[in-house]
């Protein structure tokens, strides 16, 4: 096989390509057009967010290589926008035109059990945790690494996707049958005092950058609001930064890397999880930094300099999930709008569903409290 083409520097006026069109693809697309770049996106879906506002929406299944290599012929670069894509698709792209993140990085992210042994094997710390591949091994490490726990599938977990908490013994029997032929990992539970995530890029060439820390509050396993800088120690917000961007060194990434974090009470860090790619708690960047993630997206990908990451204002960012919406039409948006501080994004999605992410808004304010009350009464505007 020739070698792929050598991918830097890939200028505006460009086509890149896209693996994926949800909400991040949408926002990655946006961002490339306003640098001037085409975009090409495969997405199963209909209409998706990326595919209405890209020049191209190919609808294919992720493990269709055909479409994915054609894809690849019409444009200069492949990115992702989510992990889980099939390694055989990857291999076909990644063999006709650069792709970051490279396919060896999404199989390491793309299965938990690999994930958490890469952190562990190059010094970064996790929670303790093991394979799971039946009842008896489950029994096993839940006896060593005790009670409570939490079981998850090894593959294609995500919002809690395929996450069972087991606080007794008798749990343990239901949760083995839950998980079936499928491999799992049971971790231990960590007692944090909270959640945050670091995001940075990569480029080909070396150069790194980091935004602040960003500080996330989960709802049913779903992230529900981002507070922009996190309200945490600066010598802890540096050590996060700094582990981040080593991570990202360790791991090879060009592109994004955004790492989440537990802060335990004290002071200590522990990697939960890694997603090589912008980041739904880093959604604040686009109104609150002079370069948003989905522009560094473009310009990492495409071996351009990096931008600034500096943070203009403090900021806070609410998801929107489908759950607000009503059972016909639209939510009244006006509601929001006259919070003439508060930034709506909406993704285009045609059908609203519970837990399903539809948009956020996002607010800055002189402090990261101000800005997170902002979101929060807007978005309660909608309810009646
Ligand atoms: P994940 O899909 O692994 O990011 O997990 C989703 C959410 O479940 C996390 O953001 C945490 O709120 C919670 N969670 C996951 N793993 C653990 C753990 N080992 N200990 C405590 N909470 C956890």
Request: proline residues 7%.
């Amino acid at each position: 096989m020739a070698d792929a083409p050598k991918s830097t520097p890939i200028r505006p006026g460009a086509a890149l390509g896209l693996l994926g069109g949800g909400q991040l693809g949408r926002m990655f697309t946006l961002a490339a057009r306003n640098l001037g770049f085409r975009v090409h996106a495969l997405d199963p879906g209909h209409d998706c967010p990326a595919g209405q506002v890209a020049d191209l929406e190919i609808r294919a299944a992720y493990n269709d290589v055909y479409a994915a290599k054609a894809l690849a012929r019409g444009v200069d670069v492949v990115t992702v926008e989510f992990e889980n894509i099939p390694a055989e698709t990857l291999a076909a792209v990644a063999g006709l035109r650069p792709m970051h993140p490279a396919a060896s990085v999404l199989h390491t992210v793309q299965h938990r059990l690999r994930e958490k042994s890469f952190l562990a094997e190059h010094g970064f710390p996790v929670t303790p945790f093991r394979s799971i591949d039946s009842l008896t091994d489950l029994q096993a490490a839940a006896a060593e690494l005790g009670l409570p726990a939490v079981l998850k599938t090894a593959s294609f977990g995500y919002d809690g996707k395929g996450q069972q908490k087991l606080t007794s013994p008798a749990d343990l029997a239901p949760a083995s049958a839950a998980l079936g032929a499928q491999q799992g990992i049971l971790e231990a539970w960590v007692p944090f005092e909270l959640e945050c995530s670091v995001i940075c890029a990569r480029s080909e060439a070396g150069e790194s950058c980091v935004w602040p820390v960003a500080e996330n509050a989960h709802r049913n396993h779903i992230l529900d609001t981002t507070v922009f800088p996190a309200r945490i120690p600066a010598a802890v917000a540096t050590r996060a930064q700094a582990m981040a961007l080593e991570i990202a060194a360790a791991l090879g990434v060009v592109g994004m890397l955004t790492v989440e974090f537990f802060l335990k009470p004290g002071g200590e860090l522990l990697v939960n999880e890694l997603a090589p790619r912008p980041h739904n708690s880093g959604h604040a960047t686009i109104d609150a930094c002079v370069t948003s993630q989905f522009e560094q997206q473009v310009r990492a990908v495409c071996g351009l300099p990096l931008g600034d990451t500096a943070l203009l204002r403090p900021a806070a960012m609410a998801n929107l999930l489908g759950d607000l919406w009503p059972v016909t039409g639209e939510p009244p948006w006006e509601r929001i709008l006259a919070h003439r501080d508060v930034k709506l994004h909406l993704y285009g999605k045609l059908e609203a569903r519970p837990g399903r992410k539809m948009g956020h808004l996002t607010a800055l304010a002189d402090t990261p409290e101000a800005a997170l009350a902002k979101v929060l009464a807007a978005r309660e505007a909608l309810k009646d």
